[in-house]
T-cell receptor
Framework: ETGVTQTPRHLVMGMTNKKSLKCEQH?????MYWYKQSAKKPLELMFV???????ENNSVPSRFSPECPNSSHLFLHLHTLQPEDSALYLC???????????????FGPGTRLLVL | AQKITQTQPGMFVQEKEAVTLDCTYDTSDPSYGLFWYKQPSSGEMIFLIY??????QNATEGRYSLNFQKARKSANLVISASQLGDSAMYFCAMREGTLLNRGSTLGRLYFGRGTQLTVWP
């Protein structure tokens, strides 16, 4: 496998279910991200992990819980979601370095989530 | 104020023609990067091209080029010789500073609302 992979690609869940989204990057990067893409809205950054430490939680409800056990894996645990949480969830990774310059983020194929 | 503005919700171009997708940005940070991504209907966000704020020349990647006009804060994407497979949503994005400045919003990637490009035969 190369690049950034995400599983599952599609997920349908009820509001009382618990599920997890998985992201794996094979690029040797040191930072990983979760984004939410809803219809007719710009991409929203949810969480950022740098060197396995969460550096940003962008006011995301607690029903979303991220986990980054190592630099290659990122999870998003879902619990008691609402229908408005239905969206495309994208994972990305980048190689962060000090100094000038902005690092490129590489995205996975996303998980299309439908909450019933 | 919006960090990234894409004023064209939709664009149409005939196959083999060139097309320009507009993007303007807003930042006071002297160090930033500009990106273009392509998102086909499958959903994957595909990186196309990058322009650093200190780069003297416009970035090019195959049929993609970035028309970087720093004084106007403009970073338009030019696709030459359009192909049917170019039909997709295109997003302009900007990143300020570096992620290693912990506890700040530096290093975040700001996206525009996108432009839906349709290439017709």
């Amino acid at each position: 496998e190369t690049g950034v992979t995400q599983t599952p690609r599609h997920l349908v869940m009820g509001m009382t279910n618990k599920k997890s989204l998985k992201c794996e990057q094979h690029l040797g990067h040191n930072a990983m991200y979760w984004y939410k893409q809803s219809a007719k809205k710009p991409l929203e950054l949810m969480f950022v992990y740098s060197l396995e430490e969460r550096v940003e939680n962008n006011s995301v409800p607690s029903r979303f819980s991220p986990e980054c056990p190592n630099s290659s894996h990122l999870f998003l645990h879902l619990h008691t979601l609402q229908p408005e949480d239905s969206a495309l969830y994208l994972c990305a990774s980048s190689q962060e370095r000090g100094g000038q310059g902005a690092s490129t983020q590489y995205f996975g194929p996303g998980t299309r989530l439908l909450v019933l | 104020a919006q960090k990234i503005t894409q004023t064209q919700p939709g664009m149409f171009v005939q196959e083999k023609e060139a097309v320009t997708l507009d993007c303007t940005y807003d930042t006071s940070d002297p160090s930033y990067g500009l990106f273009w991504y392509k998102q086909p209907s499958s959903g994957e966000m595909i990186f196309l091209i990058y322009q650093g704020s200190y780069d003297q020349q416009n970035a090019t990647e195959g049929r993609y080029s970035l028309n970087f006009q720093k004084a106007r804060k403009s970073a338009n994407l030019v696709i030459s010789a359009s192909q049917l497979g170019d039909s997709a949503m295109y997003f302009c994005a900007m990143r300020e500073g570096t992620l290693l400045n912990r506890g700040s919003t530096l290093g975040r990637l700001y996206f525009g609302r996108g432009t839906q490009l349709t290439v017709w035969p």
